[in-house]
């Protein structure tokens, strides 16, 4: 039977600052990432995300970044692991309070932006972001790029691993994402880009941006919802999913 999960960022909206349609989005997702205060979110945000997506049964993790509001958590930063570790620790432990408060227990930690994407390809960050995981509570997973640094990490350091793709982007041959700075980098094709995803979770393979088939593992397929016309396809993505016979269920459940 094939089963994987279905995730998105939420709670990325700040102060005067709206970001996203979370309660749109959460309709049709199985686990949030909620963002946890430094590249975007505040302890208000946080706590309406929380209640959110435990009003519609929706598991929770933690969505870290850089501590960079300004540039979104999307600029590359130089930061030792010590550092990197310590990042992470403050902000699980923010979003814990609040999960902790709802009385859930947080499902996992995904990295935001330029953290996520830097920690793919660097052993080393990578590494400390899981232990920094570890160390909070070790019973959490680690969302991470399929066939990445992210996963080799997270097996090392003693995390159960769960291997994501998105829906709208394109591969390079070594399995990291095409640059959004070059031509390709999205799948605008809402059809191609579904029939990929169900390549992805039933076949264990994509098309690279070469054209090239590489072989890649599906437990959570990314999606946006931070424009109406993306909320479409998110339901889109979650009814032919169901269509094609593979059952939607949040992290925990696809991974066992």
Same mark, same amino acid.
């Given at each position: 039977?094939?089963? #994987?999960? =279905?995730?998105?960022?939420? /709670?990325?909206?700040? &102060? !005067?600052?709206?970001?996203?349609? *979370?309660?749109?989005?959460?309709?049709?997702?199985?686990?949030?990432?909620?963002?946890?205060?430094?590249?975007?979110?505040?302890?208000?945000?946080?706590?309406?995300? #929380?209640? =959110?997506?435990?009003?519609? /049964?929706?598991?929770? &993790? !933690?969505?870290?970044?850089?501590? *960079?509001?300004?540039?979104?958590?999307?600029?590359?930063?130089?930061?030792?692991?010590?550092?990197?570790?310590?990042?992470?620790?403050?902000?699980?432990?923010?979003?814990?309070?609040?999960?902790?408060?709802? /009385?859930?227990?947080?499902?996992?930690?995904?990295?935001?932006?330029?953290?996520?994407?830097?920690?793919?390809?660097?052993?080393?960050?990578?590494?400390?972001?899981?232990?920094?995981?570890?160390?909070?509570?070790?019973?959490?997973?680690?969302?991470?790029?399929?066939?990445?640094?992210?996963?080799?990490?997270?097996?090392?350091?003693?995390?159960?691993?769960?291997?994501?793709?998105?829906?709208?982007?394109?591969?390079?041959?070594?399995?990291?994402?095409?640059?959004?700075?070059?031509?390709?980098?999205?799948?605008?094709?809402?059809?191609?880009?579904?029939?990929?995803?169900?390549?992805?979770?039933?076949?264990?393979?994509?098309?690279?941006?070469?054209?090239?088939?590489?072989?890649?593992?599906?437990?959570?397929?990314?999606?946006?919802?931070?424009?109406?016309?993306?909320?479409?396809?998110?339901?889109?993505?979650?009814?032919?999913?169901?269509?094609?016979?593979?059952?939607?269920?949040?992290?925990?459940?696809?991974?066992?």
């Amino acid at each position: 039977m094939y089963k #994987v999960d =279905l995730n998105a960022d939420l /709670g990325e909206s700040f &102060g !005067a600052y709206t970001i996203g349609l *979370d309660s749109e989005v959460l309709r049709f997702i199985t686990s949030a990432n909620v963002a946890c205060g430094f590249h975007a979110g505040d302890p208000l945000v946080m706590e309406k995300t #929380v209640a =959110l997506a435990c009003e519609r /049964g929706t598991a929770v &993790g !933690a969505h870290p970044g850089y501590p *960079d509001l300004m540039g979104f958590g999307r600029r590359n930063l130089k930061v030792k692991p010590e550092e990197a570790k310590a990042y992470i620790k403050y902000q699980v432990g923010a979003l814990l309070a609040f999960t902790k408060a709802r /009385g859930i227990k947080m499902q996992h930690v995904k990295p935001h932006g330029a953290f996520y994407n830097m920690a793919a390809v660097d052993d080393a960050l990578a590494r400390a972001i899981c232990e920094g995981i570890y160390e909070v509570d070790p019973s959490l997973i680690m969302l991470g790029l399929a066939g990445s640094a992210h996963i080799r990490a997270a097996k090392e350091v003693g995390l159960r691993a769960a291997c994501e793709v998105f829906a709208d982007r394109a591969y390079m041959d070594d399995g990291t994402l095409v640059p959004r700075t070059m031509a390709g980098a999205m799948i605008h094709d809402k059809k191609l880009a579904i029939s990929r995803i169900v390549r992805m979770v039933k076949d264990g393979c994509v098309e690279a941006l070469s054209g090239k088939i590489i072989p890649i593992q599906a437990d959570s397929i990314c999606v946006h919802g931070d424009n109406p016309d993306a909320i479409g396809f998110v339901k889109e993505i979650r009814d032919t999913l169901e269509r094609e016979g593979i059952t939607v269920a949040c992290i925990a459940d696809v991974i066992g």
